[in-house]
Every structure is written in structure tokens, then in C-alpha cells.
């Protein structure tokens, strides 16, 4: 389930600064790996005569850039980047979508006075009644003494508000460490499939994904789990995962996706690239994880008024202390 890089060596006769050999080696790879040709109804042999029309035989590094850097974009993926010494492409979702969170309105109206544990900024709110953890990235390794520490210092209250807008992804492995402590049995709660074939619907066989539970600390009261656009790959995964334990909420926007893990290789000019080759399912199948995890409860930001949180609030009165 980790992304992983393949490292691909070309012989020196080989290497080459051809544009025309470096695109058309990019867009075969995308072609017989990429995972969601289909789901996002992307026509890559168009794509193909479209941007290799853009190539001459003495155009620059960066034009070249430039060219296959568009190309890649049209997968709408912020999983699938170029990268060269100059500069790496993406795609950007976040900025194309309504941001749904404002750190100076969380920190200055609801927990100014926050405790910062391992990777946790976290406080009572409303009265002392429900505990606000604020986990902003997967990339900040889980400590299991911090989850210990933070989960015993809100044991009494309503319950809790996890707010993981913003939060682009990480580490993968951070997931069951996290939802294990939501549930009292072993869960399979969703698969992932790879490419695996030159059609562009070749899949290898189901994967299951399974979140145990720990024998020490947990918290069985419930949990509001914040999302938005934002809330992208691992954060889009831990939603999906949400969906199968019963105290935990989704509630703000949809999560931004990126629920394909990445692969990647490098270009006979010494680029590296990665992209999405796989997909990950819920147990009916279906593909929310790259178009977006939906909430539960739907809630936006008023940028009007910054000296509220409306999804905080709504998280607030699901939990029944409005």
C-alpha cells in the first residue's frame, strides 16, 4: 500500500535530450499504468496529437517542460507531477476549489491558549464539554504515547472534533494508527486494485485494506471528523475509512481525492515522474477516493465573518452542545 519509486537505468547510447523521444516515452508510460482513465473519462490519445503537435526538434528544456508538464495535468491529479532540476509540475486542486479553512479564526476565537502534542494542536472547547484536535498533515508520524496523552485528557468529555482540513496527505501507515482507536473489532473497511495490463481497464485482484483495534487507549464517544477540498490522499483515505465506524462524522466539503497511490520512473533525459496506479474502493466498489470523499454533514466557512468557524459550529450542534 506505500507508494514506491521504480528506479529505470538507461544505457549512455540511450540517453537522450530528443523532445520528441522524452514525450513519447512519458505518454506511453501513463498510458499502459495510469489508473483512472476511465473513471475520469480522459481521452489520452487525443491528449497525444494535442500536445506532441507543440514539439520541435530545438525547442528548450524548459518549453519542453512546459509542454509535457500540460499534458500531465490534463489527468486532473495532484498525484501526477514531473520533475526535473528546474522545476516540478502539478496540478494543484486546492487552489482550484473553496478553501474551508482559516487557521487565525481556530486559533484565535476557539483555542487560543492550544497544547501542541507530538503532531496535535488541541484544547477543550465549548465550555470545557468537547475536546478540538487539529492533526494538519499524515506527514507528521503518529507517536502512540501523543495519541495516549491527548485521547486521556478529553476521556469525559461529548466528544471530540478532529478537524483535518487543509490536511494534504502523508504517510499511509498513519491511518489504522489513528482510526484503531475508534473501534472495538477489526474492520475491513475498503481495497485498493493496480494496473496491471495494457488495457486501460486491466486491474490485478482486489487488495483488502483492514483497521484492527488497539488494546490500550481509545475513545468510543463521538468524533467529528472536519474535512474539505484540502483534505487530500491520505486525509481522502482516512474519510473513506471513516465510513465503516460508527461514531465518526464526516462533516465540511468533499475531500479533494487523490486516493491513487503514485509510481514513478525516470525519462531518458533524466527526469524523474509519477502518477496514480492504483485505485482505492469502498466495499461496494465504488471510487470515491479520487473524485472526493463526501460528508456526511455538509457545512462551508463564511469568509464574511472571520471571527467564526460555521463547520466548527455544525460539528458543535451534531454533537448536541448548540
Not at 497544547?115 to 484536535?133: C, K, Q, R, S
Not at 471510487?287 to 460555521?310: C, M, R
Amino acid at each position: 500500500m506505500l507508494s514506491a519509486c521504480e528506479n529505470i537505468f538507461f544505457e549512455s547510447d540511450y540517453a537522450s535530450s530528443d523532445p520528441f523521444v522524452n514525450f513519447d516515452y512519458l505518454w506511453n508510460e501513463i498510458d499502459r499504468k495510469y489508473s483512472y482513465f476511465e473513471l475520469k473519462e480522459v481521452d489520452w490519445d487525443e491528449i497525444r496529437i494535442r500536445y506532441r503537435a507543440q514539439l520541435s526538434p530545438d525547442m528548450t528544456e524548459e518549453a519542453l517542460f512546459d509542454v509535457m508538464a500540460a499534458m500531465m495535468n490534463e489527468l486532473r491529479d495532484d498525484h501526477s507531477n514531473l520533475i526535473s532540476p528546474f522545476n516540478i509540475s502539478r496540478y494543484n486542486l486546492p487552489l482550484k476549489e473553496r478553501k474551508q479553512f482559516f487557521s487565525r479564526t481556530v486559533e484565535e476565537f476557539y483555542i487560543p491558549n492550544a497544547h501542541i502534542t507530538g503532531p496535535f494542536y488541541h484544547d477543550f472547547i465549548a465550555g470545557g464539554t468537547v475536546g478540538y484536535i487539529r492533526y494538519s498533515s499524515f506527514l507528521n508520524n503518529l507517536d502512540p504515547r501523543s495519541l495516549d496523552h491527548v485521547l486521556t485528557r478529553y476521556r469525559d468529555t461529548q466528544g471530540l472534533i478532529l478537524d483535518l482540513r487543509e490536511n494534504g496527505g502523508g504517510a499511509i501507515s498513519n491511518i489504522p494508527i489513528m482510526l484503531e482507536r475508534f473501534t472495538f473489532r477489526r474492520i475491513h473497511a475498503a481495497s485498493a486494485i493496480t494496473r496491471n495490463g495494457p488495457l486501460r481497464s486491466d486491474f490485478g485482484p482486489p487488495e483488502p485494506f483492514f483497521i484492527g483495534a488497539h488494546r490500550g487507549i481509545q475513545y468510543f464517544k463521538p468524533v467529528m471528523v472536519l474535512i474539505d477540498r484540502g483534505s487530500y490522499s491520505a486525509t481522502t483515505f482516512f474519510a473513506l475509512l471513516t465510513k465503516y465506524i460508527s461514531t465518526l462524522t464526516l462533516v465540511g466539503d468533499y475531500t479533494g481525492g487523490g486516493g491513487g497511490l503514485p509510481n514513478g520512473g525516470q525519462l531518458p533525459n533524466g527526469w524523474t515522474y509519477r502518477f496514480s496506479v492504483s485505485q482505492i474502493l469502498d466495499l461496494g466498489g465504488n471510487n470515491y477516493a479520487e473524485q472526493g470523499v463526501p460528508p456526511d454533514i455538509f457545512a462551508e466557512f463564511d469568509w464574511s465573518d472571520l471571527s467564526k468557524d460555521e463547520i466548527i459550529i455544525r460539528a458543535l450542534e451534531e454533537l448536541g452542545v448548540l
